[in-house]
């Protein structure tokens, strides 16, 4: 249906609107080619997962279609398309009866799962008014280097590919402050580069939690049983109708959106929608010391709430980039910190706290989380024509007892890609495996996670629209689990057991070579190769791994290659 | 603790009910005071794991009463030893349901082996049957009599793991049997020691139960330890913990009253699980055991019962 349509705005836009509507398209079509293998350069005896024979290849694909209309530069209409996205190559849900002659490919995604051959993922309209800018629909959220918020968009990491981006409900505004404030008083606006921006999100409408089922208590305040006549009598919590409550109520499972009322969209009790505000210096080309310089500097606050799980979340993220006479810095740091009773991890309870209602909001304690996570990335290095040199640390807050009331870990934004393999396929698939895809929010999809890193990469241009690209990458865990990352007996968290010896999680170093051709043709070619450390959980997640000095290594190799149609 | 202590609470909690033998000491071997390890050197000692010093809740002194005890009484040295009706132990028809352990959904074409004589170390099944499409199975089963089942799916689509359980022991009737056999996902499987901060070996495996009183009600304050069933050593790999509200928790020390545990990495083999509690003297009481056997990458639902060694505690109207 959005096919068609899409080709009509496409082919007809003369008959459809009036001449001073331009249309814009903007988008790429990409193809990569993945081979991730066990050992240095691969190996035909053992794969890069344990139950695999020989390495794992694949090609995938995606088509982004960002058409837009636009009028006199004041009112501008987008949508953005993905279409095959990340979808693998060839026919993956066996259609042809014989595979040998199969014809038609099937649009299997990465997952292995049947997915549509379009998606509409954005679309927002923006128009100015006479103060600023006003954009309003499912838009892009991005901010600094894309650690917290970030849009997914071309081809902005060294190594590797954009996967998701962050999308989101939105209405915002956008202004000069200080050109206000100048027009007010009757004078002409200086170009100052500063800018703010107030907007606001709807996250959620009605969210499909298990937090109801893990409301019913056994017991009031005062330690007496809850019995049929009493305030907190809840016949959902009898379901033997024997007038008490019990834990084993059919209560606690999935909510599903059978259950919901038929005026759920107007609750505005269960909504989760979030204030966004920025305030962002964007100098680019000043003058500094008689040498032009760029500037960014600013601070990104989100304030998220829920009212029926008492949530209040404080997001801060800060961001800077400055580049001088080849000097190079850019960090960004970003915290969480606030409470939230909306966290229902499958078994995450605060037993200690179980059945204590909070005195506000009248919810179980045994769900009470309190936030405080950190992130941050910082750069630090020498850029010219031909050559540079960056020195990058990172740091993603990890959580020692998910199950426990402070709630401390989240990766960062899986389209900040570190590397080829360590974050981006290692620690996503041990992450993935152990939490499963009942909670599948913490997986770690790639970002960083649960750990400090460096990443020095050195850039040579050879020549034109040429680049080679080194980096290596070491990893350290910031809070061990035992599950994902295990324990060593000096780490300073509590855990069941301290199999690991090494201190690291471990390295990895990659090679990438980029050229850029007919203006519009991507190619990339990149190479890494990963040894990973005792800390990882190889066995029980069904990785490849040998042993040396009878502790468990894991070797990883990968070979991929890009080639892209940018417009 | 000493002995006098253990004897004292034995007495207390049995002795006096039918003036049976109160000579009996706590545990085999010696290790139900939680004293030193019988696991040979360098492993972990039995303290590791039974150290509870938290009164327990539950009924631990009636199971004299039961029906069919065979003993004179439970003491700790006399297990209780139900003798079921002989004339009550017949096959029947079965109408089973085959249900996800943790979310109780029917688990669709899953393959339900049968050991008739409890032993599922022998080889094949018995019986073999396959599921339908809502978890449906029939069968054949027997009444009175311990059975041991093996719930497996397709290993290619990796959606359960072999999920073992010994000592079904179905009540009589002339009829039909009806009853339901568990099934662990694959997701309950990994979030368990993801919660727990455990991670698993794959070539070890998983025993899970409750832990229950003389009433046949879970008891609080428990905990259990496995240990080789001929040499009485821990396994190093062991770890054991305990559930709350029917969730794994990795502080609780002891069960709660959902009377769940359940022991991770535990290698292939034959093992002897037992639960012990606190007596008041700061020592320990052996209450209960029961035997398994360990599959690599499987999991094993195994109850223990307060006063008996073989885990098989009849419906009453099975015994003599």
Redesign the interface.
Do not use: C, H, Y
């Given at each position: 249906m959005l096919l068609p349509a899409l080709a009509l705005l496409l082919t007809a836009p003369a008959h459809a609107v009036p001449d001073d509507f331009e249309f814009e398209l903007e988008g790429y079509y990409r193809n990569r080619a993945i081979l991730l293998a066990d050992g240095l350069f691969g190996s035909d005896k053992v794969g890069f997962y344990a139950d695999q024979q020989g390495d794992a290849r694949m090609m995938v694909q995606r088509l982004r279609l960002q058409p837009g209309i636009n009028f006199q530069n004041r009112a501008k209409f987008f949508l953005q398309t993905d279409v095959l996205d990340d979808v693998a190559w060839g026919d993956n849900q066996s259609m042809a009866s014989t595979a040998l002659f199969a014809g038609d490919p099937t649009a299997t995604g990465t997952d292995g799962v049947e997915q549509d051959v379009f998606k509409l993922k954005r679309a927002w309209m923006e128009f100015n008014v006479p103060v600023g800018v006003v954009r309003v629909g499912r838009q892009a959220s991005s901010w600094g280097m894309g650690l917290l918020a970030n849009h997914g968009d071309g081809f902005d990491d060294t190594f590797g590919e954009n996967h998701y981006g962050s999308t989101y409900d939105r209405a915002i505004f956008a202004t000069k402050p200080i050109a206000i404030i100048q027009t007010i008083a009757g004078k002409d606006p200086d170009p100052i580069p500063l800018y703010f921006a107030v907007g606001v999100d709807r996250l959620v409408e009605d969210p499909l939690t298990q937090y109801y089922g893990f409301n019913c208590t056994t017991s009031n305040a005062d330690g007496t049983p809850i019995v049929e006549g009493d305030a907190n009598y809840d016949p959902r919590c009898d379901p033997d109708s024997d007038g008490y409550h019990t834990l084993s109520h059919e209560f606690d499972a999935d909510r599903v959106d059978e259950d919901r009322g038929p005026t759920w969209w107007a609750d505005q009790q269960d909504d989760v929608w979030e204030m966004v505000y920025a305030l962002i210096y964007r100098g680019e080309g000043i003058d500094l010391a008689g040498s032009k310089a760029d500037l960014v500097a600013g601070a990104y606050l989100v304030n998220r709430k829920q009212q029926e799980t008492a949530s209040n979340v404080l997001i801060a993220d800060a961001y800077l980039k400055f580049l001088w006479r080849g000097i190079y810095l850019e960090a960004e740091g970003l915290t969480i910190q606030g409470k939230t009773y909306a966290i229902s991890l499958p078994g995450a309870l605060n037993a200690d706290e179980a059945g204590v209602l909070d005195a506000d909001s009248g919810l179980d304690k045994a769900l009470y989380k309190d936030a405080n996570i950190w992130g941050y990335v910082a750069r630090a290095g020498y850029k010219q024509e031909g050559y540079s040199f960056v020195m990058e640390h990172g740091y993603a807050s990890g959580d020692d007892n998910p199950a426990d009331a402070e709630f401390t870990g989240r990766p960062l934004h899986p389209d900040y890609n570190v590397g080829l393999l360590l974050y981006e396929e290692v620690l996503a698939y041990v992450t993935a495996a152990t939490w499963t895809d009942s909670a599948e929010g913490l997986w770690s999809n790639g970002g960083v996670y649960n750990s400090r890193y460096i990443y020095p990469q050195v850039t040579w241009r050879p020549m034109d629209n040429w680049e080679i690209i080194g980096a290596w990458l070491m990893a350290w865990p910031d809070k061990p689990d035992g599950s994902r990352i295990l324990c060593a007996p000096d780490d300073a968290v509590e855990c069941t057991s301290t199999p690991a010896t090494a201190k690291s999680i471990g390295w990895e170093a990659d090679l990438g070579v980029k050229h850029r051709f007919h203006e519009h043709v991507l190619f990339s070619l990149e190479t890494g190769y990963a040894r990973t450390t005792d800390r990882l959980p190889y066995e029980s997640v069904g990785l490849a791994f040998t042993t040396k000095d009878g502790k468990p290594v894991g070797n990883f190799y990968t070979l991929q290659s890009r080639i892209a149609f940018e417009f | 603790m000493s002995t006098i202590t253990m004897l004292a609470l034995l007495l207390a909690g049995c002795g006096d009910k039918d003036g049976g033998d109160d000579t009996g000491l706590t545990g085999d071997g010696g290790t139900g005071d939680g004293g030193t390890g019988d696991g040979g050197t360098g492993g972990p000692s039995i303290e590791d794991f039974i150290n509870v010093t938290d009164p327990y809740a539950g009924d631990i002194d009636s199971c004299c009463d039961l029906v069919g005890a065979e003993s004179d009484c439970w003491n700790g040295a006399n297990w209780i030893s139900h003798t079921p009706d002989p004339n009550l132990q017949v096959a029947s028809a079965l109408n089973g349901d085959i249900l996800d352990f943790e979310?109780g959904d029917p688990v669709a074409d899953a393959t339900l082996d049968l050991w008739f004589e409890n032993d599922p170390t022998v080889g094949a099944p018995d019986y073999s049957v396959v599921g339908d499409g809502d978890g449906y199975v029939t069968s054949t089963f027997y009444t009175c009599k311990p059975v041991a089942y093996k719930v497996s799916t397709d290993p290619a689509l990796d959606a359960t793991v072999d999920t073992y359980e010994l000592n079904q022991i179905e009540p009589y009737t002339d009829g039909t049997i009806v009853t339901e056999f568990n099934s662990v996902s694959?997701?309950t499987y990994?979030?368990?020691?993801?919660?727990?901060?455990?991670?698993?070996?794959?070539?070890k495996g998983t025993i899970a139960g409750t832990a229950y009183d003389c009433g046949g009600q879970p008891i609080e304050g428990a905990q259990i330890v496995v240990k080789d069933a001929e040499t009485g050593a821990i396994p190093e790999s062991l770890?054991v913990?305990y559930f709350?509200?029917?969730?794994?928790?990795?502080?609780?020390p002891y069960t709660?009253a959902?009377g769940l545990w359940v022991a991770i990495n535990v290698p292939e083999g034959n093992w002897v699980v037992e639960l012990y509690v606190a007596d008041p003297a700061g020592g320990h009481t052996l209450i209960g055991k029961s035997p398994a056997y360990i599959f690599p990458e499987s999991i094993l639902i195994s109850n223990i019962y307060t006063g008996f060694e073989d885990g098989k505690r009849y419906p009453d109207i099975c015994l003599l």
């Open positions: - | 979310t694959s997701t990994a979030i368990i020691p993801s919660l727990l901060g455990v991670s698993p070996d794959g070539d770890v913990k709350v509200d029917e969730f794994p928790n990795r502080n609780q709660s959902d």
